[in-house]
């Protein structure tokens, strides 16, 4: 091979690695900033799953207070909205990036509000007088916790703890001692939790009403049917006192009783969405039918994030149930399922309308145009639910079928969801 050549090929392989590490380098920066901007909105994710931690176990404190003053009707309402926060708290708590040691005290202090008000809730009339002792005590460490909450926000927001990562785990086991990242913030409020007392009610007759055995192979095999895997592949989590265990599978926990799946959840972050609403709703559909609720109709649609979340209101006849209702969210970057809340409340069934929707209609208002009427059931009663219009307003009314009283009004603005 010639001089000539020599320097040729040089020339030609120097060109090929200039375009080579220029390539690379534009893939390295491309990689970069996705990774960055993957950080940044984990950041974002785990701040707001914070942020809601704490708002639901302060929204938890401030039912609790008022649950000290309930009577009647009342302390049925204010348990199930008890309820409703401590699992709200719960599904938060579960989407921070700590372990299990930094919210041993958190976790179990949810769970047991979690299962006493569920209790609570089974039956309707006032307190017993140890129930309302034992809501005096829950109350009481709930706005201690809260106020720990409170403060740990604050100084996030100061800047002086710094949130953790899953990434970085390392770094958050064992950290610089110049950084001070959330978790450490946790453990110390672990440490510093509030000593709840002792519940006296465990014993009562409303606890011993409720479910305390549960086979839980049965509901091992129902939560592999429900995900269409082997019963070996779900990890056992824990028990609730209402007869239902939690399954792990990945990021997925489920709770089920002997027969049914009851809900699920994803703890994971969603990617960018690029699954329809209509596709992903379609997903949603044939999820609640696989799992053997075929009586269901959509009624709403909602948006949170990347994820879609679809309730579903079960129908008897040509009769739309608002008691039994059910919800399905599912992830807009995968359309797979986040979360599942099985059918909840009774199907009534075998009922009569003893007015038609023409007589009932005799309880609207002369000012409103009515739009169209349709058959519901709500509180186990007939009623009709009619469409009306007041100029830019849409109204919607529940009238009872059997007297034509006016049971609820909803009003929104046209354009509004």
């Not at 091979?1 to 491309?30: D, G, N, P, Q, W």
């Not at 209790?119 to 017993?128: I, N």
């Not at 997925?252 to 596709?279: F, M, P």
């Amino acid at each position: 091979m010639t001089e000539k050549h020599k320097r040729k090929l040089r020339r030609v392989a120097s060109i090929y690695a200039v375009a080579a590490f220029t390539l690379l380098a534009l893939l390295s920066a491309l990689y970069f900033t996705r990774v960055r901007d993957y950080r940044t909105a984990s950041r974002y994710s785990y701040e707001l799953s914070f942020e809601q931690t704490a708002a639901a176990v302060s929204a938890l404190s401030d039912t609790l207070e008022k649950s000290r003053y309930a009577t009647g009707e009342l302390c049925h309402a204010l348990a199930s909205e008890a309820f409703a926060e401590a699992c709200a708290a719960k599904a938060a708590l579960a989407t921070l990036p700590f372990s299990t040691v930094e919210m041993e005290q958190t976790k179990g202090f949810l769970g047991t509000v979690g299962d006493f008000t569920h209790g609570l809730c089974a039956r309707s009339g006032e307190f017993t007088d140890d129930e309302r002792a034992d809501v005096l005590a829950l109350s009481d460490t709930a706005a201690a916790y809260s106020a720990l909450l409170l403060d740990l926000r604050e100084k996030a927001a100061n800047g002086e703890l710094e949130m953790d990562s899953r990434e970085k785990r390392l770094e958050n086991v064992l950290p610089s001692p110049a950084v001070r990242h959330l978790s450490d913030g946790f453990r110390e409020a672990e440490e510093n939790f509030p000593v709840l007392q002792e519940l006296k009610s465990v014993a009562s007759d409303a606890a011993v009403s409720l479910p305390q055995y549960l086979d839980t192979a049965r509901a091992r095999r129902a939560a592999a049917a429900f995900l269409g895997i082997s019963e070996e592949l779900l990890g056992e989590e824990y028990g609730y006192a209402d007869g239902s265990a939690a399954f792990s599978r990945g990021t997925l926990t489920l709770r089920a009783d002997e027969e049914h799946v009851l809900t699920v959840s994803d703890s994971r972050l969603v990617g960018e969405g690029s699954v329809s609403d209509k596709r992903a709703a379609a997903k949603a559909r044939e999820i609640l039918l696989s799992a053997g609720y075929d009586n269901m109709a959509e009624t709403s649609r909602r948006k949170s994030g990347n994820v879609l979340y679809v309730s579903f209101t079960g129908k008897s006849g040509d009769a739309v149930c608002l008691d039994c209702s059910a919800e399905v969210g599912i992830a807009l970057d995968n359309c797979s399922l986040y979360s599942f809340r099985a059918p909840e409340g009774d199907m009534s069934a075998d009922l009569s309308w003893p007015l038609d929707s023409e007589a009932a209609r005799a309880a609207l208002p002369d000012s409103l145009t009515p739009l169209g009427a349709k058959k519901v059931i709500s509180g186990g009663k007939p009623c009709y639910e009619y469409r009306c219009r007041d100029g830019e307003r849409l109204v919607s009314i529940l009238v009872d079928a059997e007297y034509a009283r006016m049971l609820s009004v909803d009003v929104s603005r046209e354009g509004e969801g």
